[in-house]
């Protein structure tokens, strides 16, 4: 029997070049999906209500980009449809992914893992990857990592997690694939699939624009090293702590060095 894909949500532009072409590689796969319109906040601050800059300067030195800020309110508004929708968990494409025809089905199995609405499970990390190996869906694993991953091209969320995105969300401050690696802030433990089961477009600039990293003083530097401190002690504990509820405390751990191994 084969194991039916989740519901699609594309974030895109549907009227830019990059958005039509997002669309064309889902329609050549023969997938259905819903497009989540991506969102351009105003060309000069404020940008969005949401956006506690106070915050963000304090924790990180420098303030986000504008293009951070649009593509965090697009995901969040995914996870809103999420929440909102029929579907037990959803797939959620930025319009820079690209999936196989041979992984659909792999998509499909692990998809079908229900402890998986509760999480949020990136298909595809820019990380190098260290693992804790957790479940087994056919060939692919579903791992728990050991440090921060980056990106959010492609990732599987349940109502259940997507819920908790959105109400640790409320206020934001750093990009989108940093938020949920801090599941001490929402709640939601974060896993991936190995072997990845997307990649993204190498040809597709990024949307984001440069990050400005102004010089700072002695009082903020010392302020943000205390902020990095807290973060890290806290992502540690429930580090520690998603291992527990895992199984995973004392088992082995594994290393990737490819982007999208074989």
């Known amino acids: 029997m084969t194991a039916s894909m989740p519901k699609i949500l594309l974030i895109c532009d549907p009227a830019s070049g990059r958005g039509v072409t997002a669309r064309k590689r889902l329609e050549d796969l023969g997938l259905n ?18 956006y506690d800059e106070a915050r963000r300067v304090a924790a990180y030195g420098y303030p986000m980009v504008r293009g951070e800020i649009g593509c965090f309110l697009a995901h969040r508004e995914a ?39 509760a999480m949020v499970t990136l298909l595809f990390t820019v990380s190098r990857l260290r693992f804790r190996r957790w479940r087994q869906a056919g060939a692919v694993s579903i791992v728990r990592p050991t440090q921060t991953t980056h990106s959010t091209v492609a990732y599987l969320i349940g109502r259940k997690g997507a819920a908790d995105l959105l109400a640790g969300s409320e206020t934001i401050y750093c990009p ?3 938020y949920l690696n801090m599941g001490y802030l929402h709640g939601v433990t974060l896993v991936l699939t190995y ?7 190498p040809t597709t600039p990024s949307l984001i624009g440069p990050r400005m990293k102004a010089r700072i003083g002695l009082l903020r530097r010392l302020r943000r090293n205390w902020f990095r401190l807290t973060r890290r002690l806290k992502a540690g504990l429930h580090g520690l702590s998603a291992l527990f509820k895992l199984g995973l405390l004392f088992s082995r751990t594994e290393r990737c060095d490819a982007l999208r191994p074989e």
């Open 176 to 178: 989108v694939d940093d």
């Open 195 to 201: 072997p990845f089961l997307a990649g993204h477009c």
């Open 79 to 117: 996870w809103r449809r999420a929440v909102e929708g029929p579907d037990d968990l959803v797939l959620v494409l930025e319009d820079d992914a690209v999936l196989a025809a041979g992984d659909l089905e792999a998509i499909g199995k692990v998809a079908a893992n229900r402890e998986l609405n």
């Open 33 to 50: 999906f819903e497009v989540i319109a991506a969102i351009f906040p105003p060309a000069t601050p404020p940008w969005s209500p949401r």
